[in-house]
T-cell receptor, first 116, second 114 residues
C-alpha cells in the first residue's frame, strides 16, 4: 500500500530554468494538496486540486507557478524561471476528501528544490 | 498574519516525563485541529486530531486537549520516549472536518533526552 510518492527527492536548477515536481497520491485518494516549507518556517498551503480541477489556489504565487492534476498520471507543480527564493522543500499531500472528520492529509517525503 | 502559532520553537524533556506542546489560533472558523510529527528530510506524519465538538482526544501515549474559548490546544505525550524527538506541527482546518487546506504553525522541536 504505497504512500504519497514524490519525485524527484532533490532537484537542482539554475536561475531561469524550469522546475517540475511530481506527486502521485495514495491509492484511492482524489484530492491533492501542495505545500511549501521555507527554511526555519512551517508549511504554507499553495494549491488544492482534484482530478482535472483546481479547487483552491489561494496560496500560489501569482506568477511563474502553476499546478495540474490530470485525469491520468501524477499531479505536477511547475515553477518557471526559477529564482533563488524558490529554494524550499515542496510537499505534496493527498486525502480521500469525502469522509466527515477525515481532514487528515497524508504527506509525501517532499522535493527539495535548490536554485543555484 | 500567522493564524496558527506555536510560540515555543523548542522543548527539551527527559525520557519518561510528560511532553506538553502548545498551539494557539486566531481564526474562529477553524473547527478541526491536527498534530503532525516531522523528522528531518521526511514529510510530516499525521499523529492525532480533534474536532471542535470535543475537548479531548486520546490515542495511546498521545492526548490532544482543545480549549475553544481560549483558542488554545495542546499535545501531551506521556511517557516521552527518545524516538519522539522530532518537530511537531499544529495544523487547523476550517471546513467542518472535510478534507481541506491546512494552516500550519511554525513547529516545535522536541528533544527527549535520556
Amino acid at each position: 500500500n504505497a504512500g504519497v510518492m514524490q519525485n524527484p527527492r532533490h532537484l537542482v536548477r539554475r536561475r531561469g530554468q524550469e522546475a517540475r515536481l511530481r506527486c502521485s497520491p495514495m491509492k484511492g485518494h482524489s484530492h491533492v494538496y501542495w505545500y511549501r516549507q521555507l527554511p526555519e518556517e512551517g508549511l504554507k498551503f499553495m494549491v488544492y486540486l482534484q482530478k482535472e480541477n483546481i479547487i483552491d489556489e489561494s496560496g500560489m504565487p501569482k506568477e511563474r507557478f502553476s499546478a495540474e492534476f490530470p485525469k491520468e498520471g501524477p499531479s505536477i507543480l511547475r515553477i518557471q524561471q526559477v529564482v533563488r527564493g524558490d529554494s524550499a522543500a515542496y510537499f505534496c499531500a493527498s486525502s480521500p476528501g469525502t469522509a466527515y472528520l477525515q481532514a487528515e492529509a497524508f504527506f509525501g517525503q517532499g522535493t527539495r528544490l535548490t536554485v543555484v | 498574519d500567522q493564524q496558527v502559532k506555536q510560540n515555543s520553537p523548542s522543548l527539551s524533556v527527559q525520557e519518561g516525563r510528560i511532553s506538553i506542546l502548545n498551539c494557539d489560533y486566531t481564526n474562529s472558523m477553524f473547527d478541526y485541529f491536527l498534530w503532525y510529527k516531522k523528522y528531518p528530510a521526511e514529510g510530516p506524519t499525521f499523529l492525532i486530531s480533534i474536532s471542535s465538538i470535543k475537548d479531548k482526544n486520546e490515542d495511546g501515549r498521545f492526548t490532544v486537549f482543545l480549549n475553544k474559548s481560549a483558542k488554545h490546544l495542546s499535545l501531551h505525550i506521556v511517557p516521552s520516549q527518545p524516538g519522539d524527538s522530532a518537530v511537531y506541527f499544529c495544523a487547523a482546518s476550517a471546513q467542518s472536518g472535510t478534507a481541506s487546506k491546512l494552516t500550519f504553525g511554525t513547529g516545535t522541536r522536541l528533544q527527549v533526552t535520556l
